[in-house]
């Protein structure tokens, strides 16, 4: 069994920084992409930032330039650096990897609420 377990939400002002951090746990082999996304009461979840093998990276435009993405393959751990936030950015923040187990597996994080707020 694999789960991850995300941490680092919370209040903030506007123009401030938060980093979240989702780390993988149970039988892993290999991960391959890890992923970002977030949602807003009535909306779909929307993919937010991408990090493959490699390093290789990508962001919902909204996004780019104030947010990046990272991963420590070591700790089986994504992060997700959060900078000059606004309004907007107010989610539950949830995290998935595609994780080689036993089997392959697709696996999400429990959420994390960020609020950006005055």
């Known amino acids: 069994q694999v789960q991850l377990v995300e941490s680092g939400g919370g209040l903030v002002q506007p123009g401030g920084s938060l980093r979240l951090s989702c780390a993988a746990s149970?039988?892993?082999?290999?991960?391959?992409?890890m992923n970002w996304y977030r949602q807003t009461p009535g909306n779909q979840r929307e993919l937010v930032a991408t990090i493959r093998n490699g390093d290789r990276t990508n962001y919902t435009d909204s996004v780019k330039g104030r947010f990046t993405i990272s991963r420590d393959n070591a700790k089986n751990t994504v992060y997700l650096q959060m900078s000059s936030l606004k309004p907007e950015d107010t989610a539950v923040y949830y995290c998935?990897?595609?994780?080689?187990?036993?089997?392959?597996?697709?696996?999400w994080g429990q959420g994390t609420l960020v609020t950006v707020s005055s």
């Open positions: 149970g039988s892993i082999f290999s991960i391959y992409t």
């Open positions: 998935k990897m595609a994780i080689r187990s036993y089997r392959y597996l697709e696996v």
